[in-house]
């Protein structure tokens, strides 16, 4: 499976060099008008995003050197109404990952559909690139709690007159990226609705119903962030439901805020200070089952963290960011703290090109 990956991006690559500067998908979620990209040629470009990291476990006094991801991705457009975009992590904490396969149609102003295999849409956070992350490490709900990527179709919507409002809805297969062949009765869906009530004011509201296994699991989120030139303040909360009361309920939250200060003299264009507190109770991925009573376990145990940081961003033709943060994780009693879950120090080397 690695050697066929290999093979194909390294036939797609050259094609992508020759790319000019069109960027038919927008990774921040916005959709781009079909008659923008009316005048636009449809040769691929390439995007990459690299990110190396070390990590100090204070509790146990020990430290890890980690490549988090190398994505390279490939986007383009066949004609000005037909788009796609192709990205693959060549180290996925080293692994090997297929990450986004799809095609995506214009077929009237502001309506896409989006064909293959995505990021569904659903949070804030957890719909971020890692060159788009504040800290160095994922929120909870991002990473353990909203996190998705699947294999179906997404309708999207974009209102510009009034109040403007982004809708996408979209149905999936829910076995995951890797087992496609899988014949469904039901399927998985998600919805998301994002508006910009005022200047630098974004409310979002997104629902989710999966069912990795036996149990469907329903999540609701709803969050909102305000920004302007040198402040985002972001708070999020997430709410997950088990169907025949197969385990607890779960609650997530995720708030944090951020302060960029210029910089006029030297290498550095910003810093950036930042404080975040997140918090998730017990929660199952709902696959793994007490073989006695049928009830679900638990696979990530109740935890507060408290993460303090620094980013230092270079002025270059792609985005640099020097992330370093400390993490302080506080455990209920009777939770088990998974040793990459605990206190630590975090230095990162983000370069986006």
Not at 82 to 94: C, P
Request: charged share 20%.
């Amino acid at each position: 499976m690695n050697k066929k990956l290999l093979t194909i991006l390294a036939a797609l690559l050259p094609l992508a060099l020759c790319g000019q500067t069109t960027k038919p998908i927008n990774e921040d979620g916005k959709k781009i008008e079909k008659q923008q990209l009316e005048s636009q040629d449809y040769l691929p470009e390439v995007h990459g995003t690299i990110r190396s990291k070390y990590e100090y476990q204070t509790t146990m006094g020990a430290g890890r050197f980690e490549v988090r991801n190398a994505r390279i991705s490939i986007t383009g457009n066949i004609l000005p109404a037909i788009a796609y975009k192709a990205e693959i992590d060549l180290s996925d904490e080293g692994a090997i990952k297929m990450l986004d396969a799809y095609a995506r149609l214009f077929p009237l102003q502001g309506f896409t559909v989006t064909a293959g295999q995505m990021r569904v849409p659903f949070t804030i956070d957890a719909h971020r690139s890692p060159h788009q992350q504040y800290f160095a490490n994922r929120s909870f709900i991002a990473k353990q709690v909203g996190n998705v990527r699947d294999v179906g179709l997404t309708l999207g919507y974009q209102f510009n007159e009034g109040i403007p409002i982004n809708i996408e809805v979209g149905i999936y297969n829910g076995t995951g990226l890797t087992n496609q062949k899988v014949w469904h009765k039901e399927v998985n869906y998600s919805a998301k609705a994002s508006a910009l009530l005022t200047r630098g004011v974004n409310l979002t509201l997104s629902i989710q119903s999966i069912r990795p296994d036996a149990v469907r699991m329903q999540s609701y989120d709803i969050g909102a962030y305000y920004e302007n030139k040198r402040f985002h303040l972001e708070a999020e909360y997430l709410h997950k439901r088990y169907s025949d009361q197969a385990y607890k309920n779960v609650q997530a939250i995720n708030t944090f805020a951020n302060y960029d200060m210029p910089l006029s003299k030297g290498t550095f264009q910003k810093i950036s200070f930042l404080v975040r507190y997140d918090m998730m109770t017990d929660q199952s991925d709902g696959t793994s089952r007490n073989e006695e009573n049928g009830l679900l376990l638990t696979t990530n145990y109740k935890r507060q963290r408290l993460t303090g940081g620094v980013t230092l961003s270079l002025s270059k033709a792609f985005r640099t960011d020097i992330r370093l943060n400390y993490e302080k994780y506080f455990y209920a009693s009777g939770s088990i703290a998974k040793v990459s879950e605990q206190d630590k120090v975090v230095a990162e080397l983000m370069i986006r090109f």
